[in-house]
């Protein structure tokens, strides 16, 4: 049994640690979270707290594509992380590098065409509405001074 434990295992252009559980492991990588993890473990008949360092090759290689494809598994769209794409339309799941591209895409597109949205990104500010009174600041605190001397 020891002989076939793998310290590391790689999914997905990522090398996980062997001693985390599956749902553990997925999560690091970037795109994937705790609900669709879990999701992808109960549609491949995986024990979710076995260790991914035991996991046979041929379900890592299944873990593999589910990853990169989980709409041929019959996830629903609400756990997908691309949903309704700007340019296309289409319901899609991104990963690693290919989702930090096109988030970036994203925020400069916004900035390009000076949206509320982009505009408080170039400014560093809250996107969504939040109050900014007394969160959200750089540098020093705002209160009522007190005299010195």
Same mark, same amino acid.
């Given at each position: 049994?020891?002989?076939?434990?793998?310290?590391? *295992?790689?999914?997905?252009?990522?090398?996980?640690?062997g001693?985390?559980?599956? *749902?553990?492991?997925?999560?690091?990588?970037?795109? *994937?979270?705790?609900?669709?993890?879990?999701?992808?473990?109960?549609?491949?008949?995986?024990?979710?707290?076995?260790?991914?360092?035991?996991?046979?090759?041929e379900?890592?290689?299944?873990?593999?594509?589910?990853?990169?494809?989980?709409?041929?598994?019959?996830i629903?769209?609400?756990?997908?992380?691309?949903?309704?794409?700007?340019?296309?339309?289409?319901?899609?799941?991104?990963?690693?590098?290919?989702?930090?591209?096109?988030?970036?895409?994203?925020?400069?597109?916004?900035?390009?065409?000076?949206?509320?949205?982009?505009r408080?990104?170039e400014?560093?500010?809250?996107?969504?509405?939040?109050?900014?009174?007394s969160?959200?600041?750089?540098?020093?605190? *705002?209160?009522?001074?007190?005299?010195?001397?």
């Open positions: 049994m020891e002989e076939d434990f793998k310290h590391m *295992v790689r999914i997905a252009r990522k090398d996980v640690d001693n985390k559980t599956i *749902v553990n492991a997925i999560t690091d990588i970037k795109g *994937v979270g705790k609900a669709l993890s879990g999701a992808l473990c109960t549609t491949l008949d995986l024990d979710p707290n076995q260790k991914i360092g035991y996991l046979p090759d379900d890592v290689q299944r873990l593999e594509e589910a990853v990169k494809n989980p709409q041929k598994l019959n629903p769209q609400w756990m997908l992380n691309r949903r309704n794409d700007y340019e296309t339309g289409e319901t899609t799941h991104l990963i690693e590098s290919d989702l930090m591209m096109r988030l970036r895409d994203d925020l400069n597109r916004m900035k390009k065409t000076r949206s509320y949205k982009g408080r990104h400014v560093g500010l809250p996107v969504r509405g939040q109050r900014t009174k969160t959200f600041r750089k540098g020093s605190s *705002v209160g009522v001074s007190r005299r010195r001397g």
